[in-house]
């Protein structure tokens, strides 16, 4: 299995401050198209995730443009230019390339 | 707008069989991958398999045999059994959709239900 690690596991931010988390994966999530499969979500306290970026970089429908994906092959960073109250919740990011589907253990960001 | 709702009974027994429906309002279950994940109390999300429309599954071997996945498109419901649960099965389950490129590689899971907590216990 492709074995998920983010890191790090809980970040407190100030408003207004910006914020980034990484993930890297065991094996390559680089396809031969040229898209890396590695997805970004958000599960704010008590709901479900929410999808924020896909194919590594992409923003879905919706998501404000202060959240963006980069990186390729196994290292991977989502950032936030600048942090939000509403963006408190757990991170992951999940791998779609092989099954079966994995994921990170999750990024806890906390506003100070 | 695409809604999907888990609905089963919150409390099942250890050994016995775990059932969840997952109604999908809003559009088909035509061209998509049908999920569902999980998640244990204060734990991260596990993939535990998918439906295509066309009825084709793909599971996560973690489950070995004790999962089965099925979809009924007339009802616009996909659904999942479990069996011989025991309380590390206790979790939120939650259903997905997901779509696939040209490439027939699953892009993102963009839809999600609310999440159904289901309790194994004696």
């Known amino acids: 299995d492709v074995v998920m690690t983010q890191s790090p596991l809980s970040l407190a931010v100030t408003p207004g401050e910006p914020a980034s988390i990484s993930c890297r994966s065991s094996q390559r999530l680089l396809f031969g198209n040229g898209y890396n499969y590695l997805n970004w979500y958000l599960q704010k306290p008590g709901q479900s995730p929410q999808l924020l970026i896909y194919l590594g970089s992409t923003r879905a429908s919706g998501v404000p443009d202060r959240f963006s994906g980069s990186g390729s092959d196994t290292d991977f960073t989502l950032t936030i230019s600048r942090v939000e109250a509403e963006d408190l919740g757990v991170y992951y990011c999940l791998q779609t390339l092989r099954t079966p589907y994995t994921l990170g253990q999750g990024t806890k960001l906390q506003i100070k | 707008q695409v809604q999907l709702k888990e609905s089963g009974p919150g409390l099942v027994k250890p050994s016995e069989t775990l059932s969840l429906i997952c109604t999908v309002s809003?559009?088909?279950?035509?061209?998509?991958?049908w999920t569902w994940f999980r998640q244990a109390p204060g734990k991260g999300l596990e993939w535990i398999g998918y439906?295509?429309?066309?009825?084709?599954?793909n599971y996560n071997p973690s489950f070995k045999s004790r999962v089965s996945l099925s979809r009924d498109t007339s009802k616009n419901q996909f659904s999942l059994v479990m069996t011989s649960v025991t309380p590390a099965d206790t979790a939120v389950y939650f259903c997905?959709?997901?779509?696939?490129?040209?490439?027939?590689?699953?892009?993102?899971?963009?839809?999600w239900g609310q999440g159904s907590l289901v309790l194994v216990s004696s």
């Open positions: 997905a959709r997901a779509h696939a490129d040209n490439y027939n590689i699953l892009v993102a899971f963009d839809h």
């Open positions: 439906v295509y429309s066309s009825g084709s599954t």
């Open positions: 809003g559009g088909s279950l035509n061209r998509y991958y």
